[in-house]
């Protein structure tokens, strides 16, 4: 079955960096593609970034743009976040997530694109 599997969260001070990681399992990860979503209490599910299964395309939610950058390595079944220049906004539970479908041309950017989400990793940003 699709298991996916984040790490790399943590507490960090606003301005700090974080690397995301996602092993993914039970699928062709090769023919997917693949994205990050973050959700706090009390709030719904916000689409973070996405990206085509050739990583050839990638899209960001304007709260994130020019701060983090997604990226995957199809060899590892991998996914990845780097975040940059974290805010206390950026607070959250990330997870990845799958596309319903397989060679989607754009990257997916909403949450209804996606079937299957990790348990997700905590962010925390603040001093």
């Known amino acids: 079955q699709v298991q996916l599997v984040e790490s790399g969260g943590g507490l960090v001070q606003p301005g700090g960096s974080l690397r995301l990681s996602c092993a993914a399992s039970g699928f062709t990860f090769s023919s997917y593609a693949m994205g990050w979503v973050r959700q706090v209490p009390g709030k719904g599910l916000e689409w973070v970034s996405g990206i085509t299964s050739d990583g050839a395309n990638t899209a960001y939610a304007d709260s994130v743009k020019g701060r983090f950058t997604i990226s995957r390595d199809n060899a590892k079944n991998s996914l990845y976040l780097q975040m940059n220049n974290l805010k206390p906004e950026d607070t959250a539970l990330y997870s990845c997530?799958?596309?319903?479908?397989?060679?989607?041309?754009?990257?997916?950017?909403?949450?209804?694109?996606?079937?299957?989400w990790g348990q997700g990793t905590q962010v925390t940003v603040s001093s």
């Open positions: 997530a799958k596309d319903i479908l397989q060679f989607r041309r754009v990257a997916p950017n909403l949450p209804i694109y996606y079937n299957y």
